[in-house]
Every structure is written in C-alpha cells, then in structure tokens.
Nanobody, 117 residues
Framework: QVQLVESGGGLVQAGGSLRLSCAAS????????MGWYRQAPGKQRDLVAS???????NYLDSVKGRFTISRDNAKNTVYLQMNSLKPEDTAVYYC???????????WGQGTQVTVSS
C-alpha cells in the first residue's frame, strides 16, 4: 500500500516563503511523475507543478519564477519551494505520485497554505 504524507503548510505573510514536502511510502514504489495540485474554496483544482523521473518540470503560469519543484528519488519525496507568496496562493495543496510503469495515481491528504495580505 502506497501512502503520500505531506508536510510544510501553514500561515505566512505575503512575500514570505514556505516549503512543502511529500514522501511516498512503500519500499518497492517508484514514481514516474510527482507533483502538486491546489484547490481554493469554490474553485477548481489546478496543477501547480509537476516533475518527471527525467527531472523535466512544468509549472502553472502564475507561479513561474516563484515556485520550484524538486524530487529526491532515493527518498521517494517531492518538494515545492514557494517564494514571494501572494494571497491568491492560498489553497489546500495536494501532492500526487504516478506509479512508474503503471496507471495508478496516488494522492496526499492535502495541506493548507494561507497567505495573509
């Protein structure tokens, strides 16, 4: 059974920084793609950033230049460094991991990020 455990959310003032982490358990688990979605109240869930096993990355336009995604394959962990945070970044952030060679996507439980103005 694969579980994704997130950490690092919280309350920060505008202009501040947070670092989210998401660790996938399971000794035989390897991920092809990993990344983060976010969902604000009353809004759709948006893909914020993703990173592939090749280390290629994709970002939501509104976070480019402010957020950086990275991964540690040995630890099955994905990180999201968020700088210059804005109130509009406030949302629940969900990590995901796609099983390498499979068709299963796993989800974290979500972590709240709140940016005050």
């Amino acid at each position: 059974q694969v579980q994704l455990v997130e950490s690092g959310g919280g309350l920060v003032q505008a202009g501040g920084s947070l670092r989210l982490s998401c660790a996938a358990s399971g000794s035989t688990f390897s991920a092809s793609a990993m990344g983060w979605y976010r969902q604000a109240p009353g809004k759709q869930r948006d893909l914020v950033a993703s990173i592939y096993i090749s280390n290629s990355t994709n970002y939501l336009d509104s976070v480019k230049g402010r957020f950086t995604i990275s991964r540690d394959n040995a630890k099955n962990t994905v990180y999201l460094q968020m700088n210059s945070l804005k109130p509009e970044d406030t949302a629940v952030y969900y990590c995901f991991a796609d099983r390498l060679g499979g068709h299963t996507r796993y989800w974290g439980q979500g972590t709240q990020v709140t940016v005050s103005s």
